[in-house]
T-cell receptor, first 117, second 114 residues
Framework: AQKITQTQPGMFVQEKEAVTLDCTYD???????LFWYKQPSSGEMIFLIY??????QNATEGRYSLNFQKARKSANLVISASQLGDSAMYFC??????????????FGKGTKLSVKP | SQTIHQWPATLVQPVGSPLSLECTVE??????LYWYRQAAGRGLQLLFY??????ISSEVPQNLSASRPQDRQFILSSKKLLLSDSGFYLC?????????????FGDGTRLSIL
C-alpha cells in the first residue's frame, strides 16, 4: 500500500488565486513528520514546509500553509496568491522514525501545478 | 550556512561504461546523506543512505553502489551502466534521524545512457 498518496497529477490555478494540493498518508507510527517540496523544471528539490504529528497548529511559511487533519491522515498544501513562479511539481513526503528506517523520507508521486496569467 | 554541491549537472554515457557522481556538503558535520533517483515524470526513489563514514545502506538491489570516503562526501558509482540507469539523480543531506528534520537536496544530475 502506498504510504503517501497525491491524487492530483495536474492542477491549474489562475494567478493571484489560492490553490490546495492534496496529500494523504498512511502510518501506524505516532511520531512522524510531513513535508512538502517544490521541484521547478530545472530539477532541484526545494523544501517548503514541515508539519509534525504532534503539532497542534497548522504550519505556515509565507504564502504556504499546511492544512493538517490528523484523524483523516491528510496534509494538504495551500498556496495563497499564486504567482507564475509557483508553476512546478509539488511533492508531499513523510518521515517516520521506525526501527531500521533511519528516518528516511517517503515521497508521493507529485502534483504538477500550472499557474495561468 | 549549509550548502550541498552535486556534479556533474548533466552526463551522457554509453551502455557498459563506468559512472561516478559526487556530492559534497559544507557547513555541517556528520550529516545523513542520501542518493535518490527520479525517473521522468515520477517521484523519488531512495537508492542509498549513509549515517557515517563507510556506512552505506542500500534500499533497492541494483547496478549501482555508493561510498562515503569522507564525512561530507558521498559518491554514487557503477562499473557498467545499463539503459535502465538513465534518470535524474539527487543527493540530499539531513541532520540526525529525528522525524522533524527535512532533507535538503542538491541540484541533481541528469544521466542519459545511450
Amino acid at each position: 500500500a502506498q504510504k503517501i498518496t497525491q491524487t492530483q497529477p495536474g492542477m491549474f490555478v489562475q494567478e493571484k488565486e489560492a490553490v490546495t494540493l492534496d496529500c494523504t498518508y498512511d502510518t501506524s507510527d505516532p511520531s512522524y513528520g510531513l513535508f512538502w517540496y517544490k521541484q521547478p523544471s530545472s530539477g532541484e528539490m526545494i523544501f517548503l514546509i514541515y508539519q509534525g504529528s504532534y503539532d497542534q497548529q497548522n504550519a505556515t511559511e509565507g504564502r504556504y500553509s499546511l492544512n493538517f487533519q490528523k484523524a483523516r491522515k491528510s496534509a494538504n498544501l495551500v498556496i495563497s496568491a499564486s504567482q507564475l513562479g509557483d508553476s512546478a511539481m509539488y511533492f508531499c513526503a513523510m518521515r517516520e522514525v521506525r526501527r531500521g528506517s533511519q528516518g528516511n523520507l517517503i515521497f508521493g508521486k507529485g502534483t504538477k501545478l500550472s499557474v495561468k496569467p | 550556512s549549509q550548502t550541498i554541491h552535486q556534479w556533474p549537472a548533466t552526463l551522457v554515457q554509453p551502455v557498459g561504461s563506468p559512472l561516478s557522481l559526487e556530492c559534497t556538503v559544507e557547513g555541517t558535520s556528520n550529516p545523513n546523506l542520501y542518493w535518490y533517483r527520479q525517473a521522468a515524470g515520477r517521484g523519488l526513489q531512495l537508492l542509498f543512505y549513509s549515517v557515517g563514514i563507510g556506512q552505506i545502506s542500500s534500499e533497492v538491489p541494483q547496478n549501482l553502489s555508493a561510498s562515503r570516503p569522507q564525512d561530507r562526501q558521498f559518491i554514487l558509482s557503477s562499473k557498467k551502466l545499463l539503459l535502465s540507469d538513465s534518470g535524474f539523480y539527487l543527493c540530499a543531506w539531513s541532520v540526525g534521524v529525528g522525524y522533524s528534520q527535512p532533507q535538503h537536496f542538491g541540484d541533481g544530475t541528469r544521466l542519459s545512457i545511450l
